[in-house]
């Protein structure tokens, strides 16, 4: 097993590390490392703008093909985009869940028509999407969506209530997953549908988070519709076409992502060495485990990408369990290292640092995209072929 990026590859990290270097400066010197977790309603515009900006020079969508407006790269080159990114200070992306998960989606399930009309504007940062999965009793338990919609003239007419829904204060669509076809069975259903969030029928009410923000919100449809032609995939098929979203969640970009960690990880070593918590042997051992846990992602993702067919392989399996339970604990180690004055807010009107907003929203990365417990159970059957777990009567 090779763990190495090639020269070629060592070329494009330069080539990424310069272009970021030149254009995260002057006018978008403000978005660097804002709009993380807990932060993402800083610099909405400014942010949007840089995105844009990437977009005109076609550093968006980057492992979209060619011929769909990205770049083509293969899944290390999109790896290496993801961690120059970080390495950067990359602000948070607003257009992520288009890019990753709808993108993706519609390359796989969508039709002509639907490619052309919805790739271009993901590709240019001009419409922003949501993912409307989850509701109060459908969350791990998917198949339970309730949300309806039936077709009328030439409409989808829905009816229902999602939540949890990140960014649909500021998506112009949704996809949503509902109920179409109520006699068939569970898993033939639903449809997975195309919805213009910017309607009568579509109350968005946001739910504020620990942070004291609100980067996710409830969607209520009363009759909200949308063109009978935007349905990915067939009525009924909208189970599959899901599924197939979720196995792009865990992407390239979370592939990426231990830069970003590393450098929250290097500042919670800075507060150690100043504050004298690194002399402490309690601490200094979880500081180095800490680093440890993040060497250990880096090598599986090395691992990951030495494989032919990176998405399907079983290490791949591990990554969401293995990266949200070590920033969870990290979240708890930049209090621990803080002491009291964790508990301070340090501006006024009283303002989270960095690391409380990082504290307070780990606390969610053992949920969304899908739980601890459902990762395990998807190692279990997936990955170590073990009994499926026993399906509970409707
Ligand atoms: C920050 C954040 C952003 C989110 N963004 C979105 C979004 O944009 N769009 C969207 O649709 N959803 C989103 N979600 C929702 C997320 O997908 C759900 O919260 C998640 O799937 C869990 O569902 P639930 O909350 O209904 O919990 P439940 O499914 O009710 O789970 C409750 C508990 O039971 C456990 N459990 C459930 N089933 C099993 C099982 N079979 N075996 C063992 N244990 C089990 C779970 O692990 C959990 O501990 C987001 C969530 C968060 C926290």
């Known amino acids: 097993m090779d763990l190495r990026f090639s020269q070629e590859d060592e070329g494009f990290r330069a080539e990424v590390a310069a272009w970021l270097a030149d254009n995260l400066r002057g006018e978008f010197a403000a978005v660097r490392g804002r709009g993380g977790p807990g932060d993402e309603h800083a610099l909405f515009d400014e942010r949007l703008a840089w995105e844009r900006h990437m977009g005109r020079a076609g550093w968006t969508c980057v492992g979209w093909p060619k011929e769909h407006g990205g770049r083509g790269l293969s899944l290390d080159r999109q790896v290496i985009f993801h961690e120059e990114y970080a390495r950067a200070g990359g602000p948070g992306r607003l257009g992520h869940i288009g890019e990753t998960l709808l993108g993706p989606t519609l390359i796989a399930f969508g039709t002509e028509e639907q490619k052309k009309r919805f790739l ?35 409409h989808w007419v829905l009816n229902g209530q999602k939540v949890w829904t990140s960014g649909a204060q500021w998506s112009e669509w949704c996809f949503v997953l509902c109920r179409t076809e109520p006699e068939a069975p569970v898993h033939q259903a639903l449809s997975y549908l195309l919805v213009p969030m910017k309607q009568k029928g579509i109350e968005t009410r946001a739910i504020v988070q620990m942070t004291g923000t609100s980067e996710f919100s409830e969607v209520f449809f009363e009759n909200a519709r949308t063109p009978a032609e935007n349905v990915v995939g067939k009525p009924g098929e909208g189970w599959k076409v899901a599924m197939g979203t979720l196995a792009f969640e865990r992407g390239a970009s979370t592939l990426g992502q231990q830069l970003s960690f590393a450098n929250e990880l290097e500042k919670i070593f800075e507060i150690a060495r100043a504050n004298g918590q690194a002399k402490d042997p309690v601490m200094r051992q979880r500081l180095a485990n800490a680093w440890i846990g993040l ?34 604990e990290l979240g708890k180690l ?5 002491g009291a004055r964790s508990e ?14 990082m504290f307070l ?4 990365d053992t949920i969304y995209a899908g739980t601890n417990q459902i990762q395990r159970n ?17």
């Open 361 to 364: 929203f780990t606390r969610s």
């Open 295 to 328: 060497r250990i992602m880096r090598y599986n993702t090395l691992r990951v990408l030495s494989h032919e067919s990176a998405e399907l392989s079983r290490e791949a399996m591990i990554t969401k369990l293995y990266w949200a339970t070590w920033h969870r």
């Open 378 to 394: 998807i190692i279990a059957e997936r990955a170590l072929g073990m009994p499926r777990e026993p399906k509970v009567a409707r």
């Open 120 to 154: 271009p504007a993901i590709q240019r940062v001009e419409e922003l999407w949501c993912q409307g999965y989850s509701e109060p009793n459908a969350g791990s338990d998917l198949a339970n969506v309730q949300t309806r919609a039936v077709l009328e003239s030439g």
């Open 334 to 338: 930049a209090m621990d290292v803080l």
């Open 344 to 357: 301070i807010g340090e501006e006024l009107p009283y303002e989270l640092t960095g690391l409380q907003r």
